[in-house]
């Protein structure tokens, strides 16, 4: 962090308040995984029972 004049400037690291692990991206990635495999079988299992 540096002050020019009346403005503080601040980076990414000090602005976010911690670390960024990449939990998130796990998180979505899973979620994305299982709504496709959810919505394939919903559309699927009728298909075959036809």
């Known amino acids: 962090m540096h002050k020019e004049g ?3 400037h601040v980076d990414d690291t000090e602005a976010s308040g911690g670390s960024k692990p990449g939990v998130m991206r796990w998180v979505l990635g899973i979620s994305l995984l299982l709504a496709v ?11 075959l029972t036809r």
């Not at 495999?37 to 559309?43: D, E, G, H, R």
């Open 37 to 47: 495999v959810a919505m394939s079988a919903v559309w699927i299992i009728p298909a």
């Open 6 to 8: 009346e403005e503080i």
